[in-house]
């Protein structure tokens, strides 16, 4: 099977040599198994093993101590998949980090709640967390054509002094353009999933994301979270997938999954924490003019949630494109570790995204075509100032009267 380079490779070979544990955390079948194998075989005297082997879960849940002697004493490096099977994972883990200073641990798990609760609380001080999403659309465009990755990247460059340093437009071509929104659109229907990016055909690429639908219901919510209301959960996915990006309305949410509010909420945090879709706050410094309370909801992956409407028609055909591009602006913010927001006015002024880069305000709205200005972002720079007002587009990167416009496939400039 191809092997699609992460970004997130070389950051974690950098802590090789730091005695922290490595925790890498993802979504299923973000491609956390394989980076894990990626780096084992490049290193001597290391252990790969998995929890979904059960004698070795046994072993490690209930005798540490022997597991240790077996596993780790004569190892220096331990790789441990799937570890957010194992209960009270993170106590018996301090055992082993505090007892085999020699070895170096990392571990990989598809579950946040698994982990925070059985794991990342007994090893604070001693463990570096990483997020592993699906691919980013970076990642994505150097697997799919490591040329025209190439290309992009010096334009890239030119993109940010553009946005960020006051230099010239820079010279992006139509062609150039129509090349690299051909790659967005398949990223936009079909999304980051390594697996799926490697599938050759419509058919497979929709078979693949159909499993992983069903195998987070089998795997995460009844197997691991042991979860009995799988039914009320798919059917609370689908209503926030309509509704992508839309502000969350708790009493329609209600009726549509069967959940009272307190069940709800806590489905709703169990989506986050299993990477599925997250709440998306508002910006606000005035209680009486602005909202303050109501999040947005967008999910970690454009294609799951198009598997979980069954739609993958063309782009061009979609009546939805304009929230699939705000959910890519919101998958590249987040994979980079950007904390996003959104600014509503009680007046029905709004701005899709609001991010802080080195303490400068940047307030982004997501349209489809170019257009000259909007009202919302009038308003909302009348208000704050912010550094950068911008609208994101197909088009190539443009600046008038005070706007910037700039391509969805470079929003990554702004990060």
């Known amino acids: 099977m191809d092997y699609i380079k992460r970004d997130l490779e070389q950051r974690v070979l950098e802590h090789l040599d730091k005695p922290e544990v490595i925790a890498i955390l993802g979504p299923r079948q973000s491609g956390k198994t394989t980076l894990m194998r990626r780096i084992f075989e490049t290193l001597e005297n290391a252990l790969f093993i998995s929890f979904e082997d ?42 082993i980090y505090d007892h085999y200073p020699g070895t170096k641990i990392l571990i990989s798990g598809s579950s946040a709640p698994g982990l925070t609760i059985h794991g990342i609380k007994y090893l604070v001080g001693r463990i570096f967390v990483f997020n592993l999403y699906p691919l980013s659309f970076e990642e994505f465009l150097r697997y799919k054509d490591a040329a025209l990755f190439a290309t992009y990247l010096e334009k890239k460059e030119l993109v940010s002094e553009y946005l960020f340093h006051d230099r010239e437009q820079p010279g992006i071509s139509i062609p150039l353009m129509e090349l690299l929104n051909s790659v967005y659109d398949e990223y936009c229907i079909y999304g980051g999933y390594p697996r799926v990016a490697i599938s050759k055909t419509k058919d497979e690429k929709e078979t693949v994301l159909r499993n992983i639908y069903s195998t987070y219901f089998l795997r995460e919510i009844k197997d691991l979270l042991s979860l009995t209301t799988d039914f009320k959960l798919s059917k609370l996915i689908k209503s926030l997938s309509i509704n992508l990006g839309g502000l969350i309305a708790y009493n329609s949410l209600e009726e549509a999954s069967g959940f009272d509010y307190k069940g709800l909420l ?11 879709c997250k709440r998306v706050s508002p910006y606000f410094t005035n209680r009486r003019t602005e909202i303050i309370k109501v999040p947005k909801v967008y999910f970690f992956d454009n294609g799951f949630r198009n598997i979980v409407i069954d739609d993958f028609r063309a782009y061009a055909m979609r009546q939805d494109a304009g929230s699939m591009n ?22 029905g002024a709004e701005v899709d995204f609001i991010v802080e880069r080195e303490g400068r305000l940047i307030a982004i709205e997501s349209k489809s075509s170019y257009l ?44």
């Open 54 to 95: 059960r004698k070795l879960l046994e072993l490690f849940v209930e005798d540490e101590k022997t597991f240790a002697e077996l596993h780790v004493k004569n190892n220096r490096y331990l790789f441990i998949d799937e570890f957010q099977y194992a209960k009270e994972g993170g106590k018996r883990l301090k055992y």
């Open 266 to 276: 806590t489905h709703l945090n169990i989506l986050e924490k299993t990477y599925i």
């Open 326 to 347: 705000e959910n890519f602006i919101f998958t590249q913010m987040t994979y980079a570790g950007v904390a996003v927001k959104f600014w509503r006015s009680k007046s």
């Open 372 to 415: 000259r200005k909007t009202k919302s972002l009038a308003a909302f720079k009348e208000k704050y100032e912010p550094y950068r007002t911008i609208v994101a587009c197909r088009d190539r990167p443009d600046e008038r009267k005070g706007v910037m416009h700039l391509p969805y496939v470079f929003v990554s400039s702004l990060v």
